[in-house]
Nanobody
Framework: QVQLVESGGGLVQAGGSLRLSCAASGRIISTDIMGWFRQAPGKEREFVARITWSGGTTDYANSVKGRFTISRDNAKNMVYLQMNSLKPEDTAVYYC????????????WGQGTQVTVSS
């Protein structure tokens, strides 16, 4: 089992920055993939970014490429999402998640943290 707790959300003006953190407790294994997703009001949850726990290979949604950076600290069991040049359309609840094994979906999810970007 893995428990995930997100933090760092808040209200920011367009063009500003926020850094989200995800604290993972329980066993994280080397083949796990850590992801960030978001869900805006009235919309489906969408992929934002992911990183492999072992090698740190990253992948981003086109909508955030060049503005967001995902990183991890293996020693602290933490995953981060640095968000720069924020836009009102980035407003959403942001979720941290873990994909394990050959599952096509993410197995563990956090409760989410609200990010609101004002224009």
């Amino acid at each position: 089992q893995v428990q995930l707790v997100e933090s760092g959300g808040g209200l920011v003006q367009a063009g500003g920055s926020l850094r989200l953190s995800c604290a993972a407790s329980g066993r994280i294994i080397s083949t796990d993939i850590m992801g960030w997703f978001r869900q805006a009001p009235g919309k489906e949850r969408e992929f934002v970014a992911r990183i492999t726990w072992s090698g740190g290979t990253t992948d981003y949604a086109n909508s955030v490429k060049g503005r967001f950076t995902i990183s991890r600290d293996n020693a602290k069991n933490m995953v981060y999402l640095q968000m720069n040049s924020l836009k009102p359309e980035d407003t959403a609840v942001y979720y941290c998640a873990v994909k394990r094994g050959i599952a096509s979906t993410y197995n563990y999810w956090g409760q989410g943290t609200q990010v609101t970007v004002s224009s």
